[in-house]
């Protein structure tokens, strides 16, 4: 299937470069941790890049369920941004080029959109592309993060442990367009990284970290992981601190260590799927808390600072009617 490319994409300055790979993660569906966006976002934001095609929001976007950010100081709107999916062109350290699909996921015209991105692959190259995306599973975070691999060849599945029972999925835009690249010739793979189950609700970076690397390995690649093994490193001891200050959490992390040496590392059964164990919830609430916390600490003392600089400058101030939450969430 071929899909006039105009009525969905604008072709950017890079459109046409010769790139072997296409590695794809649109935001929106599963991706425990948010892997995939962090593995993603790395390579884009760390790696020389060109744009090779625009796709129109007006087109794919709902902008009630992805609305447009609006950015506003001192009352005065100063700009706006509407949703963006783009397709890169970045190059790893020693040159090669790796063609990189980013963005939220569309939420409609989702073969057309598939068939344009098809069209592009092949014009650019492409001869394999890499889904990625994280998934919560039964790991404790003191152990190595395991990375999984699906395909639409069996051919192009490691040895690895078998699939826990057959399954059904509801299919997310990047399992949709594995499946549709997979069927066009093209060797098409999915990365899955797991994510401790009772982390899996935030950014995990150790599991973008493992993509990364993974990616690299199969890929022949040179690609830098240096600024997520620091978020990676900062995350592991906010957790470590949580951990150490709770029996109860504490005791299951053991339990999850146990299992996990027991079946052997990496690839046993029982780390894959989203199972939960009958305590999860306390050490997901204990870790939760625990965090919240020291967000609150650095809150206050970042109020106190400014409070302290508008006292100096003998600036009048009100007592807030109401407080305003804001969302740090970084958008694509």
């Known amino acids: 299937m071929t899909t006039d490319m105009t009525r ?22 599963l991706d425990a941790g948010e892997a995939g966006r962090l593995a993603v976002a790395q390579l884009v934001e760390t790696l020389p890049h060109r744009r090779v095609a625009t796709f129109s929001a007006d087109a794919l976007i709902d902008y009630r369920s992805r609305r447009p950010l609006v950015e506003m100081n001192e009352w005065v709107i100063s700009s706006s941004r509407d949703p963006l999916i783009a397709l890169d062109v970045v190059e790893d350290l020693e040159g090669a080029s790796v063609l990189v699909l980013h963005g939220p996921e569309p939420d409609m ?49 490691p040895a690895q442990p078998s699939q826990p029972g057959y399954m059904t999925l509801s299919a997310s835009m990047d399992l949709y367009l594995q499946s549709y690249l997979g069927h066009c010739g093209l060797r098409a793979v999915g990365l899955v990284a797991g ?96 965090l919240e916390q020291v967000e609150s600490r650095r809150e206050g003392e970042n109020r106190g600072r400014r409070d302290a600089k508008s006292s100096r400058r003998g600036r009048r101030r009100y007592p807030p009617r109401a407080s305003l939450r804001r969302s740090h969430r970084r958008e694509d």
């Open 195 to 290: 994510v401790p189950y009772y982390l899996s609700e935030g950014e995990y970076p150790a599991s973008g970290v493992a993509l990364v690397e993974h990616l690299s390995s199969l890929a022949g690649l040179s690609l830098p992981v240096g600024d997520l093994e620091a978020h990676a490193s900062v995350l592991r001891a906010r957790v470590d601190a949580a951990v150490a200050a709770s029996d109860e959490v504490g005791e299951i992390v053991a339990t999850l260590e146990e299992r996990y040496d027991e079946d052997g590392g990496i690839g046993s059964r029982r780390e894959v799927g989203p199972g939960v164990m009958p305590t999860g919830e306390s050490i997901a609430q204990s870790l939760q808390t625990f």
């Open 8 to 29: 969905l994409a604008e072709r950017g300055p890079a459109y046409g470069t010769e790139a072997g790979l296409l590695v794809h993660h649109l935001s929106g569906a």
């Open 109 to 157: 015209r989702w073969r057309e959109f598939v068939s344009v991105v098809a069209d592009i692959a092949r014009a650019c190259g492409v001869t394999m592309t890499a889904g990625l995306m994280g998934m919560p599973a039964m790991i404790p975070h003191t152990r190595p993060t395991f990375v999984h691999r699906t395909a639409t060849d069996p051919e192009l599945i």
